[in-house]
């Protein structure tokens, strides 16, 4: 009999934040494949017969390389097991859930995604700030600062245009890099970043910056991945810069 995979969304880290749904396939998996920032509060909530199997990466250090993940999940189902691929934020934002999703299809395998709470809205919900606001930031742009290997890098720049908020995921190794890219789109070095660290958890930490001197206060304050780096481009403050110039 074959079993099925659930891509499980675990949120962005406090137990608390995980979907019912999410619980539910926890906690009536056979296996749960687990990635390097899940929670051990939300491992903990699985049943004592669940087999716990961490498929951690770590810059550098790829023990578990993708393909090798897909191979072990499709296995597993193929064994007749309830599989939990258990990816933290939600699996459809930056989780490679395309790779796993193709594997499981290949093989005749059913798969779902059980989406899960992105760090980008814990870290607005943490630091009280609304991802939009109504007439000065309408549109949501979330990006990565980090792609494949060889793979050209998202112009934030044009990607932040008036009346937009920019939610940078796997960015703090690039931080010149996006400085410069929206210092050449117009903004000002003096716009406000917000920076917030293992948001949802005990570990979290929060920087208020600015465009010039995130670099140096980043460093300064030892602050370190992950972490949801926002820059807003309010329509009232595109449209002053504007008649200033």
Not at 182 to 188: C, Q
Request: glycine share 10%.
């Amino acid at each position: 009999m074959t079993g099925s995979i659930s891509l499980v969304g675990a949120g962005p880290g406090a137990a608390d934040l995980l979907t019912l749904r999410a619980l539910d396939r926890i906690r009536s998996a056979d296996v749960i494949y687990f990635d390097r920032l899940i929670d051990p509060a939300v491992l903990a909530l699985a049943g004592p017969q669940v087999e716990m199997v961490f498929t951690g990466k770590e810059v550098g250090a790829h023990a578990w390389p993708q393909d090798r993940i897909n191979a072990v999940i499709v296995a597993s189902a193929r064994a007749g097991r309830n599989v939990v691929r258990l990816k933290s934020g939600d699996p459809s934002v930056f989780g490679r859930a395309c790779e796993e999703l193709s594997a499981a299809r290949a093989a005749g395998i059913p798969i779902e995604i059980v989406p899960g709470v992105t760090a980008a809205s814990a870290a607005a919900a943490s630091i009280g700030r609304p991802l939009t606001e109504r007439g000065e930031t309408d549109n949501l742009v979330i990006a990565t600062g980090t792609c494949r290997p060889g793979d050209e890098a998202p112009d934030w720049g044009a990607l932040l245009r008036p009346g937009t908020t920019l939610a940078l995921y796997m960015a703090m190794g690039k931080l010149a890099e996006i400085e410069a890219s929206l210092i050449a789109a117009g903004l000002p070095a003096d716009t406000v970043v917000e920076i917030v660290s293992n948001a949802s958890t005990g570990r979290e930490r929060q920087l208020a910056s600015t465009l010039g001197r995130m670099r140096a206060e980043v460093m300064a304050n030892g602050l370190k991945g992950p972490a949801i780096i926002f820059v807003r481009r309010p329509k009232a403050a595109a449209i002053a810069l504007a008649l200033i110039a």
